[in-house]
């Protein structure tokens, strides 16, 4: 009885025992199916994410032993990197190699566990595309680096925005700088006119003449400059009554006839009623259809020389 006691307390032992291991087996199942799960949802996240994901090993060239399945955006697929057909090093642009090598060795040898680099690669149909790269450095117990943790993203469309925003700050630049000169140089040259004689006029090629520009030395015959921009005075009121006509006829002759300056002596009305003899010298300006749309003129006061004729 004994013994039949002992076997049954065996086979109810071994039963526990069979019921533990079979208890353990289907917890390990359970952790299993959830890390697997866990897995397969972080692959989804990234897989549908625009950032790849890598593991590399440490050696020449870098070889893959993970690679996300959104590799298929640069145009290749997880499976040629991780036969080893293609490596990380194969796909990267030529003139950038060099400068990746020497950052990932000074890192490892400095003890920094990441960093972060831009550069090109070649995507499987050629093209050039830029990256941003931040590696993580994995080291075991000993301190010897493991592999290589990276996490790369397509900024070629970034690094383009970058591009063509400082294309245009530099066109902005040049063309301020142009504009400072060209300021420069029409201060300078309207120094010189203004201590000079000659007095500059833009005029429309309407009637009277309306002003679109004329120099600070107007002001010799007692006008401002305002007077005829803002249209309180026109040119054309300003020339003495009985020389008017005549300039109109030559100046309009002179226009049909295609000519590009008109020059005559005439008289003007001072903003006192004073009269000055001038001479002017006109170019006649067209656009392009041959139309005149405006004339640029320099007048001299000659009432001296008219007097002593």
């Known amino acids: 009885m004994g013994q039949l006691k002992d076997f049954k307390s065996e086979r109810i032992f071994g039963e526990v025992i069979v019921m533990g291991f079979n208890q353990l087996t289907e917890s390990d199942e359970l952790l299993f199916g959830k890390s697997l799960e866990r897995q397969q949802i972080l692959e989804n996240i990234i897989n549908n994410s625009p950032i790849m994901a890598f593991l590399w090993i440490p050696e020449k060239n870098w070889p893959a032993k993970y690679v996300s399945e959104n590799v298929t955006q640069l145009e290749y697929i997880a499976e040629d990197f991780l036969t080893g057909r293609i490596t990380y090093a194969d796909i990267v642009h030529s003139e950038d190699i060099d400068k990746i090598r020497k950052e990932l060795t000074r890192c490892c040898e400095t003890g920094k566990d990441s960093f972060i680099q831009r550069y090109r690669i070649l995507t499987g149909k050629g093209e050039v595309r830029w ?38 700050l530099e066109s902005q630049k040049a063309l301020m700088e142009k504009q400072k000169s060209l300021l420069e140089r029409q201060k300078a040259l309207e120094t010189v006119i203004n201590n000079s004689p000659m007095v500059v006029f833009l005029w429309k090629a309407e009637k009277y003449w309306p ?37 109109e006829l030559e100046l309009e002759e002179n226009c049909e006839e295609g000519g590009k300056e008109f020059n005559r002596q005439y008289r003007i009305l001072t903003q006192t009623n004073g009269i000055r003899w001038i001479d002017e010298k006109t170019f006649i300006q067209r656009n392009e259809e041959g139309e005149v749309t405006h ?14 004729i």
């Not at 075991?140 to 925003?165: M, P, Y």
């Not at 010799?220 to 921009?229: C, L, M, R, S």
């Not at 040119?235 to 006509?245: A, M, R, S, T, V």
């Open 131 to 168: 990256v941003e790269e931040k590696t993580f450095i994995q080291r075991d117990e000993r301190g010897t680096v493991a592999s290589f943790q990276g996490i790369v993203r397509d900024v070629t469309q970034e690094i383009r925005n970058e591009i063509a925003l400082k294309d245009a």
């Open 211 to 247: 002003t679109v520009y004329v120099s600070e030395n107007v002001r010799q015959f007692g006008y401002a400059p305002e007077d005829f921009i803002s249209g309180r005075v026109l040119y054309g009121k300003i020339i003495h009554p009985e020389d008017l006509l005549l300039v």
């Open 295 to 308: 004339f640029q003129g320099i007048l001299e006061d000659v009432t001296q020389q008219a007097k002593r």
